[in-house]
């Protein structure tokens, strides 16, 4: 191990203490002990081995937090990331005080934390009043775009009065790099008052070129004045009309909801703590861009044996000094409540405290904020599948079918089979909702390859399968002829008659219901109608099915099987198609 090496090697100077603390305690007990033979005709025996013990697994536990690492592993890293560009309204009435300090100083605070939350990403700023400026472009240097955002104030740029946010969405537009494969995403922060011309136009440019927008609103409905400075004096002042009576600024979210809806956009509500966690959430949802890929060599972190050393040397010198013979169950139930608070320890990670927080969104009912956790958990931990299974099904629940189906792609590399199987069936779901049927067969086939024996992914193979190849039409059979009595009046062995099926699909007399049998010509008439029913809603639904219209089909195909599976004629029909 000549490559030996410490993570943190300060930590070691506790051996030689606890050694050189050895003899002092074993004075001490001696002592004790000495002490306690006055008192008693039956003194106790010094147990000193506890002593070395504990001694040892303080040592132990010293090399362990020192974190000794030997060995190398090779570690390929990618840095890569989004396009952020945020547009912010600057404008007099942004700096009205209904929200504190102001609402610009929210915005600015807000802007500051998605900042602070982001990973690779590269960011610009947009700023607009009457008209647009540009403050940085796309940019990785998060740091000094923070310093920009933090000296923002309005009515210290060149910027002519009123407000345009066409202007600046249009300048956002086109700050993005068109080179870059990676998601490209705009973040709208106004009051929304007075907009200016024709935002929406700008807003649905952004979603023909392929770009995501979030709108986020700043200030109440019950508004505040809006300040101005005298250019002289430099004293705040509120705005007011020519009669004297102060101009009231209130947030106008009927705007801002318009410009989200025209951009196939999200609204973020009137609540600026909340920026930060969509927009990164938003992000991480998008397809990330490498722009460089490095490897690098990594040390091999060995400190967990010297750690489960360290707990194992604790545990035998409790043993030792309860007397393990005797107290067994309290050392052993010591033990247990060691490793139960490490394993606690270990699982409060911040992916797993954000994926907790998404389940309880989900159980009350608040789809949206889950979908942002589980976002936010999976950008904590990229790699764990169960996170992105989660959120892919939040996401189908939601009706964002297509959003989902990269979420679940990124589970399928899971090293884990059962996971890699419930994600390719996660993406035969969202798949077959899109009306894909083709490739939601082939999901559930490689899910099935992993998992042969589930039996609920068995049978969406099936529904999708016969989706695909739905049964052909009854054909036309001549009734067998009635049978013929023999001489004796008995019939002939071969000619066992059998139940027919009921009319409504179950069993005949014998089975549940002991309803009345139907005739052949009713079983006909009744499968040709299941099968026109198919016939219509197929016709109805055009190449997309809905969830509904599959799982009506499914019910009729379902009920067709059940009666052709008991008509004699067609009992002999076994094609994988025949529901």
Not at 66 to 77: L, M
Not at 129 to 144: H, I, S, V, Y
Not at 189 to 209: F, K, V
Not at 477 to 496: I, R
């Amino acid at each position: 191990m000549s490559d030996l090496s410490f993570g943190r090697p300060l930590w070691l100077l506790l051996i030689p203490a606890g050694v050189a603390l050895l003899p002092l305690a074993w004075v001490v007990a001696t002592r004790a002990f000495a002490a306690a033979s006055l008192l008693t005709r039956e003194p106790p025996r010094p147990r000193r081995g506890v002593t070395v013990v504990l001694v040892l697994a303080v040592a132990v536990a010293a090399l362990a937090a020192a974190q000794p690492r030997w060995g190398e592993r090779s570690a390929t890293v990618q840095a890569g990331g989004a396009q952020l560009v945020a547009v912010l309204d600057v404008s007099r009435s942004m700096g009205a005080t209904d929200v504190a300090p102001s609402r610009l100083a929210a915005a600015r605070t807000a802007l500051a934390e998605t900042l602070a939350r982001l990973r690779g990403d590269r960011v610009a700023l947009v700023v607009f009043a009457g008209d647009a400026r540009l403050r940085f472009p796309l940019t990785r240097d998060l740091t000094a775009a923070t310093t920009v955002i933090e000296t923002i104030e309005g009515g210290t740029l060149f910027l002519e009065r009123g407000t345009s946010a066409a202007s600046g969405l249009a300048l956002a537009r086109d700050l993005f790099d068109d080179e870059t494969s990676g998601g490209r995403l705009v973040l709208l922060i106004s009051d929304g008052e007075d907009l200016g011309a024709d935002p929406a136009a700008s807003a649905a440019s952004l979603a023909d070129a392929g770009i995501d927008l979030l709108v986020a609103g700043v200030g109440t409905t019950g508004g505040g004045p809006v300040p101005i400075r005298d250019p002289i004096s430099r004293e705040v002042r509120p705005l007011t009309t020519r009669e004297g009576e102060r101009v009231i600024t209130r947030l106008d979210e009927g705007n801002l909801r318009a410009i989200a809806a025209a951009g196939d956009g999200r609204y973020l509500g009137s609540n600026p703590t909340a920026i930060p966690g969509a927009v990164r959430s938003r992000l991480a949802s998008l397809d990330q861009a490498a722009y460089a890929s490095t490897t690098i060599s990594l040390p091999i972190e060995r400190f967990q044996w010297f750690a489960a050393a360290a707990l194992a040397l604790t545990v035998l010198a409790t043993a030792i000094e309860w007397r393990a013979l005797v107290r067994w169950r309290r050392a052993s139930g010591f033990a247990v409540a060691v490793v139960v608070a490490l394993a606690l320890s270990a699982c409060a990670t911040a992916a797993y405290t954000l994926n907790e927080r998404a389940l309880e969104s989900l159980e009350e009912g608040d789809l949206e904020t889950a979908i942002e956790l589980f976002y936010e958990a999976q950008a904590e931990d990229p790699q764990d599948g169960r996170i992105a299974l989660n959120l892919a099904a939040v996401l189908h629940q939601a009706g964002r079918y297509e959003e989902a189906i990269p979420v679940a792609r990124r589970a399928i590399g899971s090293r884990d089979a059962a996971i890699a199987a419930a994600a390719h069936s996660s993406l035969g779901h969202h798949l077959a909702a899109l009306g894909e049927l083709e490739e939601a067969l082939e999901a559930f086939a490689e899910g099935l390859l992993l998992t042969p024996g589930d039996e609920v992914m068995r049978r969406d193979y099936e529904v999708v399968y016969a989706l695909l190849h739905p049964p052909p039409p009854p054909e036309e059979q001549a009734a067998p002829a009635q049978p013929e009595e023999s001489e004796g009046g008995e019939e002939p062995p071969q000619q066992e008659q059998q139940p027919a099926p009921s009319e409504e699909g179950a069993p005949g007399p014998g089975g549940e219901g002991g309803q009345q049998a139907m005739s052949r010509e009713a079983l006909e008439e009744r499968l040709a109608a299941i099968d026109q029913e198919v016939a219509e809603l197929r016709e109805e639904a055009g190449e997309v099915l809905s969830a509904r219209e599959a799982l009506a089909i499914l019910q009729l195909l379902v009920e067709r099987n059940r009666i052709a599976a008991q008509n004699p004629v067609r009992g002999t029909w076994t094609d994988p198609g025949d529901y």
